[in-house]
Structures are given as C-alpha cells and as structure tokens.
C-alpha cells in the first residue's frame, strides 16, 4: 500500500496541473468585476434610467415654456360700394415670470444628478453580490478539492481493505467501513460539485454570461486586505444612496421653488396687423393671467413636506451608515481571527495527524475505526477552514459595501 503523504501529493499535482492548464483562461475576481461594470443586465438597466433624466433636464432647458402662437383670420366685407376682404394675423410669444424656468432646470439637473447616484448604488450592490458569488465560487472549488482527494484515499483504503479480507488479515467489518467511508466520500465530492455549480450560475446570472459560455475562476480565499476604520467611515459618507437623498432633497427643494414662483402671473406679449376697409392697422397686445386661484398651492405644500422627509431620512441613514460600517468592521476582524486560530493550531498538525494515523494502522498500534476518525477529523478541520475562509471574505466584501468602497 502506497503511503498517505505520495497519494495526496500525487492528487494535488494532478489537480494544479489541470488548474495550470485552465489558467489562462480562469476569471479572476477582479476581471469579474470589470464585466459587471460593462455589461451585468443591472446596470445596463439603469444607465438607461440616467439617460431618461437627462433627456428631461434637456425639456426643462427649452428657453421659452410655449412655442409662438400665429392667429389667421380673414373673410368678406359687403359696403355699399361694393365687397372688401378683411384678413389679421397676430404673432404672441408667452413668456414666465418669478424664475419658473430656473426651477425646473434645477429640479431636473437634480433629476440627474439622483439618477447617477441611484446607478452607483445599483453598481455597489451588484459588485457585492458578485464578489460573494465569486468567493462562493472558490470555496465550492476548494471544497471538491479537499474531498476529491479523501474520496482518493477512501477508495485506496477500500481496496486494501477488500485485499486484505481476501486474505484472511482482516474481518468483513474493516471492508464495510471502509466502503461505508467511500460512500460518504464519494457523496461529499458531488456534493461539493453541486455546489460550485449553483455558485457559477449565480455568477452567470449577474455577469450576463450564457449557459453556453466557458466559465473558470481563480483566486485565493486567503488573499486578506487590511482596512482602517477611520478611513472606512470618512468614505462611507459619500455612499451612493446617502447622494440618491440628497438628490432629491434637491428635488424637492426645486419643486417649492416652483410652486411660490407660480403666484406670479403669465405674460403674452404680441404683435398684430389687420387690413381693415382697405386700412393697414398695426397693433401690439399684451396678455398676462391672474394668478388668483392657482398660485402652486400644491407644489409649495408637497415640496415642503418633501423636503422635511427627506431631510429627516438623510440625517438617519448617514447615522445608520456608520453604525453599519463600525459592525461590518467588527465581524471581519472576528472572522478572520477566526481564520488565524485554525491557521496557527489546527492545520498544521493535520497533515501529521493522517501521516502518524496511517502508519499507526500499518503497524498495528491502531484499527481500522481509529484512522477512519482520524481521517474524519481531518477533513471536517479542513472544511471548516475553509468556510471560516469564506465567511471572512464575505465580511470583508460587506465592509467593503458598506463603506462604499466598492464602486
């Protein structure tokens, strides 16, 4: 029987040869990112939506509210001395007092300027679920990997077992644990694959990426960055939907603009002329509206009581932003200390423990039961590794969110 150490040695360099092999090709999480800037249906979504107001900005720009208006009317004169034709045209222009037109100009610009900012937010959210969705990736990869090679070494021991039954060393128990231990081995490699492949297509999803196209990431859960708390907070108060707020806060701000300049009346300066009886007669006129009735109750009222809300909810959300940020920087420190315990007293020792365990059994120190739990211990001290890996690294990309660093 081949030593333990040689066959997980000989398992690993098959699986980083054709890892090697795919690397050109493997996706990263940074190349990952990049595409769901460019092309993730989501923000494609809403670039469209900034396009939108930016094509109402360019209404509220319009110099005038109203395009002239040009009046015609003509017909018959009958006199006694016979038939006149009488015809007028009047040219009027209506043209708005009290600012109106600067009001909705800074109501649409502000229309802009929410819709940028809602863009990002939509980006700082997605760049999250993709970092977790990629991080979820690697874990699922380094989980087939881990039970890849135990169902190697579950196999190997099943066969010796079944060698050894044969020759009448070992009774039919060791055989059945020992093909009880593949089994399970064996359910935990699909597992595993199952797993990646709900990750993957979690990362299709939000990439855009078809069915039909390759996928292959790569990376290192124990890639970890370092982040500085004051920092952290100082930037999360730029975070796209604090913007989005204040935006509208804008919005509504414009709209109580709008709504006092709407007491001020309409003016329709204009210029006719009429052939009367065969006289020429040229006149200006002017028409304004009286502004009695409608004087924009509705928007002074709205924008107002807007205004106030919106107010109310930038000023708790920038608090719940830090409170956010402070708690996202406490569960990634405590993950990753969690990560370093097992870094610094527990896996070292467990490619020892399989090495003594095995020996231990070949020589008749242990049974069968004993290396099986052995075994066992190992693997399970290897998976919780490395979902302690994965939980530190979804903390710090929900730090990273938080802070709004993501972007």
Same mark, same amino acid.
């Given at each position: *029987? !081949?030593?333990?150490?040689?066959?997980?040695?000989?398992?690993?360099?098959?699986?980083?040869?054709?890892?090697?092999?795919?690397?050109?090709?493997?996706?990263?999480?940074?190349?990952?990112?990049?595409?769901?800037?460019? !092309?993730? +249906?989501?923000?494609?979504?809403?670039?469209? !939506? /900034?396009?939108? =107001?930016?094509? &109402? $900005?360019?209404?509220? =720009?319009?110099?005038? +509210?109203?395009?002239?208006?040009?009046?015609?009317?003509?017909?018959? @004169?009958?006199?006694?001395?016979?038939?006149?034709?009488?015809?007028?045209?009047?040219?009027?222009?209506?043209?708005?007092?009290?600012?109106?037109?600067?009001?909705?100009?800074?109501?649409?610009?502000?229309?802009?300027?929410?819709?940028?900012?809602? %863009?990002?937010?939509?980006?700082?959210? $997605?760049?999250?679920?993709?970092?977790?969705?990629?991080?979820?990736?690697?874990?699922?990869?380094? @989980?087939?990997?881990?039970?890849?090679?135990?169902?190697?070494?579950?196999?190997?021991?099943?066969?010796? *077992?079944?060698?050894?039954?044969?020759?009448?060393?070992? +009774?039919?128990?060791?055989? %059945?644990?020992?093909?009880?231990?593949?089994?399970?081995?064996?359910?935990?490699?699909?597992?595993?694959?199952?797993?990646?492949?709900?990750?993957?297509?979690?990362?299709?999803?939000?990439?855009?990426?078809?069915?039909?196209?390759?996928?292959?990431?790569?990376?290192? $859960?124990?890639?970890?960055?370092?982040?500085?708390?004051?920092?952290?907070?100082?930037?999360?108060?730029?975070?796209?939907?604090?913007?989005?707020?204040?935006?509208?806060?804008?919005?509504?701000?414009?709209?109580? @603009?709008?709504?006092?300049?709407?007491?001020?009346?309409?003016?329709?300066?204009?210029?006719?002329?009429? &052939?009367?009886?065969?006289?020429?007669?040229?006149?200006?006129?002017?028409?304004?509206?009286? +502004?009695?009735?409608?004087?924009?109750?509705?928007?002074?009222?709205?924008?107002?009581?807007?205004?106030?809300?919106?107010?109310?909810?930038?000023?708790?959300?920038?608090?719940?932003?830090?409170?956010? /940020?402070?708690?996202?920087?406490? /569960?990634?420190?405590?993950?990753?200390?969690?990560?370093?315990?097992?870094? @610094?007293?527990?896996?070292?020792?467990?490619?020892?423990?399989?090495?003594?365990? *095995?020996?231990?059994?070949?020589?008749?120190?242990?049974?069968?039961?004993?290396?099986? $739990?052995?075994?066992?211990?190992?693997?399970?001290?290897? /998976?919780?590794?490395?979902? !302690?890996?994965?939980?530190?690294?979804?903390?710090?990309?929900?730090?990273?969110?938080?802070?709004?660093?993501?972007?």
């Amino acid at each position: *029987m !081949r030593s333990l150490r040689s066959l997980f040695l000989c398992i690993f360099a098959a699986l980083s040869a054709a890892s090697a092999a795919q690397a050109e090709e493997a996706l990263t999480l940074e190349q990952a990112l990049a595409v769901a800037r460019e !092309r993730a +249906p989501l923000i494609l979504s809403a670039r469209y !939506r /900034v396009v939108e =107001a930016r094509g &109402r $900005l360019a209404e509220a =720009a319009v110099l005038l +509210p109203e395009n002239p208006e040009v009046s015609v009317s003509a017909g018959p @004169r009958f006199t006694q001395g016979g038939e006149l034709t009488d015809y007028e045209i009047s040219l009027s222009q209506t043209l708005e007092l009290g600012g109106r037109r600067a009001a909705r100009i800074a109501g649409a610009r502000a229309g802009v300027d929410r819709e940028q900012a809602s %863009n990002s937010d939509v980006l700082r959210r $997605l760049l999250q679920e993709v970092s977790a969705a990629f991080a979820r990736g690697l874990a699922a990869q380094e @989980r087939l990997r881990i039970a890849t090679a135990a169902e190697g070494l579950a196999n190997e021991l099943l066969e010796g *077992m079944q060698r050894r039954h044969e020759a009448g060393d070992v +009774p039919i128990l060791d055989v %059945n644990l020992a093909r009880g231990s593949a089994a399970r081995a064996r359910a935990q490699t699909r597992a595993a694959r199952a797993q990646y492949a709900s990750a993957a297509g979690d990362l299709r999803v939000l990439l855009g990426i078809g069915a039909d196209e390759a996928l292959t990431i790569t990376g290192d $859960l124990r890639d970890r960055k370092r982040y500085e708390l004051e920092s952290l907070v100082a930037h999360a108060s730029q975070r796209p939907d604090l913007r989005v707020l204040a935006a509208e806060i804008r919005e509504a701000e414009s709209q109580l @603009r709008l709504g006092r300049a709407s007491a001020y009346p309409d003016i329709s300066p204009g210029f006719s002329y009429k &052939r009367d009886s065969g006289d020429s007669v040229y006149q200006g006129n002017l028409t304004f509206t009286l +502004p009695v009735f409608r004087r924009g109750q509705e928007l002074k009222a709205v924008g107002a009581a807007r205004s106030a809300r919106l107010t109310g909810e930038l000023q708790a959300t920038s608090r719940a932003v830090a409170v956010e /940020v402070h708690t996202a920087y406490d /569960v990634f420190r405590s993950q990753v200390a969690a990560v370093e315990e097992l870094e @610094r007293n527990a896996l070292p020792s467990v490619d020892e423990n399989e090495t003594l365990g *095995m020996r231990s059994f070949e020589e008749g120190e242990i049974g069968l039961y004993e290396l099986l $739990l052995i075994r066992r211990e190992s693997f399970e001290t290897r /998976v919780l590794y490395t979902e !302690r890996l994965l939980e530190a690294a979804i903390a710090g990309i929900e730090l990273e969110a938080r802070a709004g660093v993501l972007q």
